[in-house]
């Protein structure tokens, strides 16, 4: 039996994962043997409620990482998603701060291997924090260096002139992988598909560029804080809170309702 076909979406927080999954499962083309893994980091599954009206089946891990903390929920999910819809293709949103690199390794090693095949990964850029990539730490980086189809995506909140020069200096850090410049993460999904998945040799380049440590999310610093209230937030306070937000805060999400 075939191995499925496994694509792996992963970017920094915020860079727009979840909109380009949107974007896909709004394809007027033949979804029938697709499923989706989400995976969140924090306790409440937001993405997966934007991802609800679809089709295609949606299995969502939350309140961890699948490049540490749950790499076994994410074999058992896996598992399950196979027995109960044998698609012959899976897409995974990896939460902001997962390791593609430890991902790839993991399915490698997992009882997973020879069911699933080497994961095509496709890596979704925020244009617009490029300019302050020394901030991120390895795991921004080694999803970009990961990558074999990267969407730079946002590209709107650049200069034109700013656009070309970016992407050249990306070509370095990666100069395998297709660079395709988005908006809203708008693409034909027919590019994901027809990209060259991962050939061995690289893959074993990914992983002499991975820290030797597999660091969990929590040991590189980062923190989940869940929060939820049934009365009507205040917009002027509201407004005004999120415009004092720290700069350690690197992503807030979610439903509010406003008075």
Request: neutral net charge.
């Amino acid at each position: 039996m075939e191995p499925n076909e496994v694509i792996l979406i992963t970017g920094f927080l915020g860079a727009g994962k979840t909109t380009l999954l949107r974007n896909i499962l709004q394809w007027p083309g033949d979804l029938s043997s697709t499923a989706v893994l989400v995976n969140e980091f924090g306790k409440v599954g937001i993405d997966g409620e934007l991802l609800k009206g679809f089709k295609t089946p949606i299995v969502e891990l939350t309140n961890g990482c699948i490049c540490c903390s749950m790499q076994g929920d994410m074999v058992k999910s896996l598992e399950e998603i196979t027995e109960r819809f044998h698609p012959k293709r899976i897409l995974i949103e990896a939460t902001g701060v997962a390791d593609p690199l430890e991902v790839i390794r993991f399915l490698k090693t997992s009882r997973l291997k020879g069911r699933v095949g080497a994961p095509r990964v496709v890596t979704v850029l925020d244009a617009d924090i490029w300019k302050g990539r020394e901030y991120f730490g390895p795991v921004f980086h080694n999803q970009i260096k990961a990558a074999q189809v990267l969407l730079f995506n946002k590209v709107d909140l650049l200069r034109k002139e700013d656009v070309s020069r970016d992407m050249e200096q990306i070509r370095q850090v990666n100069p395998s992988c297709s660079i395709l410049p988005t908006h809203h993460c708008r693409i034909d999904p027919e590019v994901l598909w027809s990209s060259p998945g991962p050939k061995a040799d690289s893959l074993d380049s990914f992983f002499l560029m991975a820290h030797s440590h597999n660091e969990s999310a929590a040991e590189l610093g980062y923190v989940a804080f869940s929060f939820k209230e049934e009365r009507a937030f205040a917009g002027t306070c509201f407004r005004r809170f999120i415009a004092e937000m720290p700069l350690s805060l690197y992503r807030m999400k979610g439903f509010v309702y406003m008075d």
